[in-house]
Antibody, heavy 118, light 111 residues
């Protein structure tokens, strides 16, 4: 059974960089598409970006200038960096697997709340 | 404002059927058969219920079904059960540039 687990600071100061890591267990990261998705408090879901096991990436146009997703196959992990954060970036951040880059996210992490505040 | 439009809430009694709509454009829902539906209980991660418009992952009851007409996709839940009470989100592939867009979510209440 594939499991995903997010980790990283729960509090980030405005203008700084949000950094999260997703550890994949029960399966290899060397296939499929690995995504970051967020959910602002009381609101809907927003796709942030993905990385394919080959290293190719795709980011949301609205966040592209601030987002970097990277992969560490030796640790079965992938990571998110979101720069120049503001209060609007406060959200629960999820990592998720997509089978075929078609927006079908079949495995999700439990989510981690990141608050942007000074 | 979400890219896909869903009703804020729907309700039904146990045993009844409900349908949740998800309206987009030709650039997303209408242009591809890559619509997925997610169930989210409070404090939990979303769970994939339908993918590729009408396919159910292993373990999802056949009471859940998906369909599409034009730019509107629909999730139908038949034989409503108390545990179906949750938020439901649709998601559509929107091309290689935008990739994935979500609906704003629908709160299902089982009366």
């Amino acid at each position: 059974q594939v499991q995903l687990q997010e980790s990283g600071p729960g509090l980030v100061k405005p203008s700084e960089t949000l950094s999260l890591t997703c550890t994949v267990s029960g399966g290899s990261i060397s296939t499929y598409y690995w995504n970051w998705i967020r959910q602002s408090p009381g609101k809907g879901l927003e796709w942030i970006g993905y990385i394919y096991y080959s290293g190719s990436t795709n980011y949301s146009p609205s966040l592209k200038s601030r987002v970097t997703v990277s992969l560490d196959t030796s640790k079965n992990q992938f990571s998110l960096k979101l720069s120049s954060v503001t209060a609007a970036d406060t959200a629960v951040y999820y990592c998720a697997r997509d089978l075929a880059a078609a927006g079908s996210f079949d495995y999700w992490g439990q989510g981690t709340l990141v608050t942007v505040s000074s | 404002q979400s890219a896909l439009t869903q009703p804020r809430s729907v309700s039904g009694s146990p045993g009844q059927s409900v349908t949740i709509s998800c309206t987009g454009t030709r650039s997303d829902v209408g242009g591809y058969d890559y619509v997925s539906w997610y169930q989210q209980h409070p404090g939990r991660a979303p769970k994939l219920m339908i993918y590729d418009l009408r396919n159910r992952p292993s373990g999802v009851p056949d009471r859940f079904s998906g369909s599409k007409s034009g730019n509107t996709a629909s999730l139908t839940i038949s034989g409503l059960q108390a545990e179906d009470e949750a938020d439901y989100y649709c998601c559509s592939y929107a091309g290689s540039y935008t990739f994935a867009v979500f609906g704003g979510g629908t709160k299902l209440t089982v009366l």
